[in-house]
């Protein structure tokens, strides 16, 4: 069997040069035709450090909605929406929920936790060395977090939570990072600090895994519902009577039965959110923004609450323990997803805690569309009518 290799120059990977080459060959290894793919309008020189063998572009349909009104700590106004999405409705269902949050109101948010971790393992000869260890630990935690932070300007080292099981201690290292979302920088952090404990420690350490599991990058977590992995946010409304009446021909008492119902249901099918659709909201954000999408998994899961009010309004919570956004570093800066930040004045430090706080919000607008279009027997038309591209 001959290998093929794909075509890669050294000393200029991103030209256009190097990108013809890669796409030729794959024309010629697969027969099909790529006049789309290599088609786009930024220097591909600034897709260096996102992406390798470059062959060209995915062009993902990016609609918008809104105007959405939030009365956050950190985004305050109305805003317009990008949403990177390629199901039909998804757009328009969003945007009805937007106009609901705007008409009874706005929507309020809050920033609670911001940390990153990373979760190393030592593992020693039996508990009692473990307890030795972590008695060691205590003493030296100034040195430690000023391994950890010397790799960095921005990362600083808040707490570490232990767990001694068995013969191992299993940890969780908790991080500030900025407006980064900050996994490769504690990664560094964390190891660098670790192999300065492994030089010394006085005692034994068996082995040092660099993960032992318990930061889930990437995976959900049950743990991720007390110990926030990226930004924690509580977003509420008081949605009006009225505005459920006339636009969403519903009414307070028919979505709390309704909610009642699916909650219960989540929770024995043991889903990791307990609302309509936040991964709806949060891929779609996330791929126009320039996020890491695999995030979706952890950023999507969470907690909803809803309260009939005396006079007939419905007040409805949010709780997403584990947003994980950026507005600087990643794929912020590429050309497409910049333009999408900048719609929202979200591109650029210091503004990583506005950017979750609208991510929320959409979630919510998503929500509130859903569980009206089920509660008032319009999902199946709204897609049949609008989703289906036959």
């Not at 993902?60 to 956050?72: D, E, H, K, M, Q």
């Not at 800066?333 to 929320?360: H, N, P, V, W, Y």
């Amino acid at each position: 069997m001959t290998y093929r290799k794909i075509p890669r120059q050294p000393d200029g990977d991103y030209s256009l040069a190097a990108i013809k080459a890669r796409r030729q060959f794959i024309e010629a290894a697969s027969g099909a035709s790529l006049p789309h793919t290599s088609a786009f309008s930024f220097d591909p020189e600034t897709v260096s450090g996102n992406c390798e063998n470059l062959l060209g572009t995915c062009q993902l349909p990016i609609g918008v909605a809104g105007p959405l009104r939030i009365n956050g700590e950190h985004a305050s106004g109305d805003f317009f929406i990008p949403l990177a999405t390629t199901e039909g409705t998804l757009v328009a269902s969003f945007n009805r929920g937007m106009k609901a949050i705007t008409a009874s109101g706005g929507i309020t948010t809050t920033v609670f936790d911001d940390y990153m971790q990373r979760a190393p393992a030592f593992k020693f000869r039996s508990a009692r060395d473990v307890k030795q260890f972590l008695l060691w630990m205590e003493t030296h935690i100034e040195e430690i977090k000023r391994e950890a932070e010397s790799t960095s300007s921005v990362a600083k080292l808040a707490f570490i939570q232990k767990w001694p099981i068995h013969n191992t201690l299993y940890m969780r290292w908790n991080f500030s990072t900025g407006d980064a979302a900050g996994q490769n920088m504690v990664s560094r952090a964390t190891d660098h600090a670790c192999r300065w404990i492994l030089s010394n420690y006085p005692g034994e350490i068996v082995f040092y895994a660099f993960s032992g599991g318990l930061d889930t990058d990437k995976k959900h977590s049950h743990i991720n519902n007390f110990s926030s992995r990226g930004k924690r946010v509580v977003a509420e409304l008081v949605l009006k009577k009225e505005v459920m009446a006339t636009l969403l021909r519903t009414d307070a008492k028919t979505i709390q039965r309704l909610r009642d119902i699916s909650h219960q249901g989540s929770l024995l099918a043991g889903a990791s959110y307990t609302g309509g659709q936040s991964a709806n909201a949060i891929a779609s954000f996330f791929i126009a923004t320039g996020q890491d999408e695999a995030n979706v998994v952890e950023s999507h899961a969470g907690q909803t609450f809803t309260e009939v009010m005396e006079n007939g309004d419905l007040y409805w919570s949010w709780t997403l323990p584990s947003i994980i956004v950026a507005s600087y570093g990643g794929g912020t800066s590429l050309a497409t997803q910049r333009e999408c930040l900048e719609m929202m004045d979200c591109f650029s430090k210091g503004k990583a805690k506005k950017l979750a706080e609208i991510a929320a919000s959409v979630v919510a607008a998503g929500d509130i569309s859903i569980a009206n279009a089920i509660a008032a027997g319009e999902f199946v038309n709204a897609h049949e009518t609008y989703g289906r591209n036959r």
